[in-house]
Nanobody, 124 residues
Framework: VQLQASGGGLVQAGGSLRLSCAASGRTFSSYAMGWFRQAPGKEREFVAAIRRSGGSTYYADSVKGRFTISRDGAKNTVYLQMNSLKPEDTAVYYC??????????????????WGQGTQVTVSS
């Protein structure tokens, strides 16, 4: 699976962005998907995840209520809608895919596939 993330940019605090991650191949429905982020000088952190079916979603406490993860099987794409952005959301955002959602939420070092990052910068 190859993942291509896009949609990052510069936005003012309080604004919104939608990230997209397009997956190659015909097995998109076999993978749970997730988003992570890494700010300068900090470790990569979990942001959100969605089950293969799309029926359940999971969020870091820091983004709960502001970010929404979704997936479109017809387009082989996962999205991260980010609202009410804060300067502390500034980071490089990465999408990830794994057959086991627990790898995404609990043990990201074992995640099977990663996309390249997309920069999100929130100005105050």
């Amino acid at each position: 699976v190859q993942l291509q993330a896009s949609g990052g940019g510069l936005v003012q605090a309080g604004g919104s962005l939608r990230l997209s991650c397009a997956a190659s191949g015909r097995t998109f429905s076999s993978y749970a998907m997730g988003w992570f982020r890494q700010a300068p000088g900090k470790e990569r952190e979990f942001v959100a995840a969605i089950r293969r079916s799309g029926g359940s979603t999971y969020y870091a406490d820091s983004v709960k209520g502001r970010f929404t993860i979704s997936r479109d099987g017809a387009k082989n794409t996962v999205y991260l809608q980010m609202n009410s952005l804060k300067p502390e959301d500034t980071a490089v955002y990465y999408c990830a895919a794994d057959r086991d959602i627990v790898q995404i939420t609990n043990t990201p070092r074992f995640v099977d596939y990663w996309g390249q990052g997309t920069q999100v910068t929130v100005s105050s």
